[in-house]
């Protein structure tokens, strides 16, 4: 439309266009600090009249401007990357923490440890070993067999806990899980029906993203982005969601609804309107959270109570041949100092006799004292250094662990800020926005005002030449 009318709605245009800079930037101001949320710029498209009239001639200059776009500042791939990363971190994180918590358990190096009870307890046989005979020493090897029995006891029964409560962390991420996968599936639709009604959906958009992430985070989650711009996220190589439906992640077998374990390996299946699907174990399956919780039920805390085990049986082992070589304070073939379960391992652990006098300390039958059964008791067994190779090995996985999560919080960091940069809210660039569209709303004001005097002389000053 030329003419000054014509110039009155370009005016127009770009009040209202600029209204509309000023509300997205004021919107991105109140949501700076508002967790996934993505700040918005406003994309403006000239407006210009490219129909040709049948028996008429355009000769405008273009006809304003209006809103083309309110565009999410993100990068598709570098959110992809990012929750890739996350996932890793949650993976390493969450597998250190389990296991620096069973280390401090273990308490080695220290006075209290298990480590500390074998010296004392090879000291003691040593102690006896000169004083064969006295009742002081017999009851000191009694009482330091104790002593490290407990121990040992204390650690299994602390790896117990550890698995108990992985097992009920792993009912609650499982819940965690498809809380989150329904919710994106209900997002996936709403995002769908929102923008075919040419509504603006980048709210529902900000809170998908955020519940893409926390699927990458609790099970490593990878999400694609389809051709119509839905979310189709798997897990271990199954379809979690696609669409506007969500799976169902059990646990198939290993762990009960209560958290108890039923004696089966773990496993985890999907379960959708098309079937189930069983997914693998190991590295291609569930990563994230679930995956190291996984791992760490499955094979660390399963090694370190077998390498416990190992060492409460040979512990019981050679003391129990070495109480069997020697003999008694009545002349009396030893009896087995220590009771074991190999059934249940470690924390089945007991000292078998209360009697000092059943201390089978000499070699010697007939109730000959010589002492030299409790030297060679001193150096039974390999159990020391087991248990130091135990505890070595299980520092080692912490170490390590704490190194790969230092690493890749760094990567994550990293990618953070990245994205920081591009989707986040800077209110110093807002305020400029803001600055710069009100300049705009008020040069827009001020050509209304001028076209208004022109059709103001045009209308009420024109040919009044002569009255």
Do not use: C
Not at 403 to 413: I, V
């Amino acid at each position: 439309m030329a003419g000054s009318f014509g110039s009155i709605s370009t005016a127009l245009s770009a009040l209202r266009y600029n209204q509309v800079a000023l509300d997205v930037a004021g919107n991105n101001i109140a949501n700076a600090t508002t967790d996934g949320y993505v700040r918005r710029r406003v994309v403006g498209a000239s407006v210009s009249s490219a129909q040709p009239a049948m028996w008429s001639r355009y000769d405008g200059h273009g006809e304003g401007v209006t809103v083309g776009e309110v565009r999410r500042m993100t990068d598709p791939l570098l959110d992809a990357r990012v929750r890739r990363e996350h996932g890793l971190l949650s993976y390493l994180s969450t597998s250190r923490t389990i296991l620096a918590r069973v280390e401090e358990g273990v308490g080695e190096p220290g006075p209290n440890g298990v480590h500390a009870a074998m010296l004392d307890f090879r000291n003691v046989w040593q102690d006896l070993s000169l004083d064969p005979g006295g009742l002081a020493a017999r009851q000191q090897v009694i009482g330091s067999a104790e002593t490290l029995a407990q121990a040992l006891r204390t650690q299994a029964g602390n790896v117990a806990r550890e698995e108990a409560d992985q097992r009920a962390n792993t009912v609650n991420l499982v819940s965690e899980i498809n809380s989150a996968a329904k919710g994106l599936a209900a997002l996936n639709h709403d995002i769908l029906v929102t923008e075919q009604n040419g509504t603006d959906a980048g709210t529902l958009r900000d809170r998908r993203d955020q519940l893409a992430l926390e699927l990458a985070e609790l099970a490593g989650g990878v999400t694609t982005v389809e051709a119509d711009g839905q979310f189709t996220v798997k897990v271990g190589g199954a379809t979690l969601v696609q669409g506007r439906e969500a799976g169902t992640l059990v646990i198939a077998s290993g762990i009960t609804a209560s958290g108890d374990a039923d004696g089966a390996p773990i496993a985890y299946r999907i379960d959708d309107s098309s079937g189930s699907t069983v997914l693998p174990a190991g590295a291609s399956g569930p990563g994230g959270e679930l995956g190291a919780v996984t791992e760490v039920l499955t094979t660390h805390l399963p090694t370190y109570r077998a390498g416990l085990d190992a060492v409460a049986a040979d512990l019981a082992t050679a003391l129990n041949a070495q109480q069997a070589a020697g003999y008694d304070a009545s002349g009396v073939a030893g009896t087995p100092l220590f009771s074991y379960d190999p059934l249940v391992g470690a924390a089945s652990l007991q000292v078998a006799i209360s009697d000092p006098d059943l201390i089978a300390a000499s070699s010697l039958p007939g109730g000959a004292l010589d002492g030299g059964n409790a030297d060679l008791a001193s150096r039974a067994g390999n159990y020391p250094d087991g248990y130091q190779r135990l505890v070595n090995g299980l520092g080692t996985q912490v170490s390590s662990l704490e190194q790969r999560s230092a690493n890749q919080a760094s990567l994550a960091g990293s990618l953070d800020d990245a994205r920081e940069q591009l989707a986040g809210v800077s209110l110093d660039e807002e305020t400029v926005n803001m600055v710069a569209a009100q300049r705009a709303y008020e040069a827009a004001a001020r050509l209304l005002t001028t076209l208004d005097g022109v059709l103001d002389t045009l209308i009420n000053r024109t040919g009044l030449v002569g009255r």
